[in-house]
């Protein structure tokens, strides 16, 4: 029998503490997986914005409307190569107004220039712009209300009131993970023919494309000093930045989330230095016995870390195992299906697993450290008599 066979036998002295632990592990393991794909699926938006593509609103807030007009202006500004505008819609399905989506009135004749990764079939985008009541949904909105292409449906508007009919022109899929599939989009042209003279020509936000990336905040800049002596006057930022301005209004959330994940780690760390220290005290007068024929120190600190590491390595390989078809194939398509919204991709990321199977390790190795020490500066006579 050599060191190592010591040291394998040793951690599977006591059978039920050692899976206990290893269960544990998994567990903890499982919740910080989880954890961390919510932060990584709330930011995919960010994470994969595009970088050629400027957003302008209001420059107070959001919800305040910018002129129609603005638009104009802001296509003639130099490196700017397309434009489209926007309005929030606010409707809700009146056959499940729980479930929410967004809906968003857009200019059509712009639009797929400005957002060319939303993917139509040629024959359904053709019909959806000379369908003046027309509108896109995204697959996932499709599939979540089984709607399809011809469908008559009607949403109840929220900031503009009222039963409004749209049919269903096409589905849209996506090329980037910015993009939230489950989005309804229709003409702006529908909703301002239909609105008050108080309230036409008002537009929520403007959309930029750009020829050059690496320019974009000089661009922002010439925008917004158009309108800098305006009674209105913009804000012009990233798509990743404006991405990162809706992220603000859950900065403590996902804050949060990201300290319990850490915890979460640091007491699985606990529960595998409490069931190595059980085991070390059990164990004294047996490494008392391993000193006296001859086993030197760094000989019982190896079976002491080792035994702590293979249990660690293995609960955090177990939890990996019970983590990627739970969150993937499960609660993944359940999110992505009912709150797209919110996570547009809901997965594991391989750089989240292998940080929790290496944390699960490193901190393994780190609890089991004291105890190791200790036993290694115990005197033969002194650990014999501990039990003997």
């Given at each position: 029998?050599?060191?190592?066979?010591?040291?394998?036998?040793?951690?599977?002295?006591?059978?039920?503490?050692?899976?206990l632990?290893?269960?544990?592990?998994?567990?903890?393991?499982?919740?910080?997986?989880?954890?961390?794909?919510i932060?990584?699926?709330?930011?995919?938006?960010?994470?994969?914005a595009?970088?050629?593509?400027?957003?302008?609103?209001?420059?107070?807030?959001?919800?305040?409307?910018?002129?129609?007009?603005?638009?104009?202006?802001?296509?003639?500004?130099?490196?700017v190569?397309?434009?489209?505008?926007?309005?929030?819609?606010?409707?809700?399905?009146?056959?499940?107004?729980?479930?929410f989506?967004?809906s968003?009135?857009v200019?059509?004749?712009?639009f797929?220039g400005?957002?060319?990764?939303?993917?139509?079939?040629?024959?359904?985008?053709?019909?959806?712009?000379?369908?003046?009541r027309?509108?896109l949904?995204?697959?996932?909105?499709?599939?979540?209300?089984?709607?399809?292409?011809?469908?008559k449906?009607?949403?109840?508007?929220?900031?503009y009131p009222?039963?409004?009919?749209?049919?269903?022109?096409?589905?849209?899929?996506?090329?980037?993970?910015s993009?939230d599939?489950s989005?309804?989009?229709?003409?702006?042209?529908?909703?301002n023919?239909?609105?008050g003279?108080?309230?036409?020509?008002?537009?929520?936000?403007v959309?930029?494309?750009?020829?050059?990336?690496?320019?974009?905040?000089?661009?922002?800049?010439?925008?917004?000093a158009?309108?800098?002596?305006?009674?209105?006057?913009t804000?012009?930022?990233?798509?990743?930045?404006m991405?990162?301005?809706?992220?603000?209004?859950?900065?403590a959330?996902?804050?949060?989330?990201?300290?319990?994940?850490?915890?979460?780690?640091?007491?699985?760390?606990?529960?595998?230095?409490?069931?190595?220290?059980?085991?070390?005290?059990?164990?004294?007068?047996?490494?008392?016995?391993l000193?006296?024929?001859?086993?030197?120190?760094?000989?019982?600190?190896?079976f002491?870390?080792?035994?702590a590491?293979l249990?660690?390595?293995?609960?955090?390989?177990?939890?990996?195992?019970?983590?990627?078809p739970?969150?993937n194939?499960?609660?993944?398509?359940?999110?992505?299906?009912?709150?797209?919204?919110?996570?547009?991709?809901?997965?594991?990321?391989?750089?989240?697993?292998?940080?929790?199977?290496?944390?699960?390790t490193?901190?393994?190795?780190?609890?089991?450290?004291?105890p190791?020490?200790?036993?290694s500066?115990?005197?033969?006579?002194?650990?014999?008599?501990?039990?003997?």
């Amino acid at each position: 029998m050599n060191v190592v066979g010591i040291g394998l036998r040793n951690a599977w002295r006591n059978k039920v503490r050692a899976f206990l632990t290893m269960l544990g592990v998994a567990v903890a393991v499982v919740a910080f997986l989880f954890l961390r794909t919510i932060l990584s699926s709330w930011t995919a938006g960010v994470e994969s914005a595009a970088r050629d593509r400027l957003a302008t609103r209001h420059k107070v807030t959001f919800v305040l409307p910018l002129p129609l007009r603005y638009a104009e202006q802001i296509r003639r500004v130099p490196g700017v190569k397309a434009a489209c505008w926007a309005n929030w819609f606010g409707g809700k399905n009146p056959r499940d107004e729980n479930k929410f989506f967004a809906s968003i009135a857009v200019d059509s004749n712009t639009f797929f220039g400005v957002s060319d990764e939303v993917k139509v079939p040629p024959e359904e985008r053709e019909t959806w712009l000379h369908d003046r009541r027309g509108a896109l949904v995204g697959d996932l909105l499709a599939r979540q209300f089984h709607w399809k292409v011809g469908d008559k449906v009607t949403l109840s508007g929220t900031i503009y009131p009222g039963d409004w009919e749209f049919m269903i022109d096409g589905v849209y899929t996506a090329t980037r993970r910015s993009v939230d599939r489950s989005t309804f989009f229709f003409h702006w042209d529908y909703l301002n023919e239909s609105l008050g003279e108080g309230q036409k020509d008002r537009i929520g936000w403007v959309m930029t494309r750009i020829d050059d990336p690496s320019q974009a905040g000089n661009i922002a800049r010439r925008i917004d000093a158009l309108f800098a002596d305006q009674d209105t006057q913009t804000l012009t930022m990233s798509e990743r930045a404006m991405n990162n301005s809706f992220l603000g209004m859950f900065s403590a959330v996902l804050k949060a989330m990201d300290f319990v994940s850490i915890v979460i780690l640091l007491i699985m760390a606990l529960i595998l230095g409490n069931t190595i220290a059980m085991g070390v005290r059990e164990r004294a007068h047996e490494y008392g016995v391993l000193r006296a024929i001859g086993f030197l120190p760094r000989h019982l600190v190896l079976f002491i870390v080792g035994e702590a590491v293979l249990i660690g390595f293995l609960g955090a390989t177990l939890g990996l195992a019970i983590a990627v078809p739970l969150i993937n194939r499960a609660v993944g398509l359940y999110l992505e299906e009912n709150m797209a919204g919110f996570f547009p991709y809901f997965r594991v990321a391989p750089g989240a697993a292998l940080a929790a199977v290496a944390l699960a390790t490193v901190l393994a190795f780190a609890v089991a450290a004291i105890p190791a020490y200790q036993v290694s500066r115990l005197s033969t006579i002194d650990a014999l008599r501990r039990i003997g």
